[in-house]
Nanobody
Framework: QVNLVESGGGLVQAGDSLRLSCAASGRTFSTYVAGWFRQAPGKEREFVAAIGWTGATYYGDSVKGRFTISRVNTANTVYLQMNSLKPEDTAVYYC????????????????????WGQGTQVTVSS
């Protein structure tokens, strides 16, 4: 069982930066794949980024070059550094995790993840 708690959301202006944190419980979290997703009002949940247990990273096209996912396994924490924020980045951001699968293509899919946090709101004003 893994519990995930996000923090770090807030209200910022376009062009600002924000760092989200996802604190996880569970002794084996360091071996899990961790991902960030977001959901804006009226839209489907969207893949943002993922990081494997080896540190390999994966990004959605809309955030490449602006967002960076990282993890500190000794702290059971995953981070999402968000730079050059845009109003279209406004959403509830969710942390997710699952045991590694056979295909990295799975990491982009909402339905692949077993564990989810409660979400943190990010609002970017223009």
């Amino acid at each position: 069982q893994v519990n995930l708690v996000e923090s770090g959301g807030g209200l910022v202006q376009a062009g600002d930066s924000l760092r989200l944190s996802c604190a996880a419980s569970g002794r084996t979290f360091s071996t899990y794949v961790a991902g960030w997703f977001r959901q804006a009002p009226g839209k489907e949940r969207e893949f943002v980024a993922a990081i494997g247990w080896t540190g390999a990273t994966y990004y959605g096209d809309s955030v490449k070059g602006r967002f960076t996912i990282s993890r500190v396994n000794t702290a059971n924490t995953v981070y999402l550094q968000m730079n050059s924020l845009k109003p279209e980045d406004t959403a509830v951001y969710y942390c997710a995790a699952n045991k590694p699968g056979s295909s990295v293509n799975d990491y982009y899919m909402v339905q692949w993840y077993t564990y989810w946090g409660q979400g943190t709101q990010v609002t970017v004003s223009s």
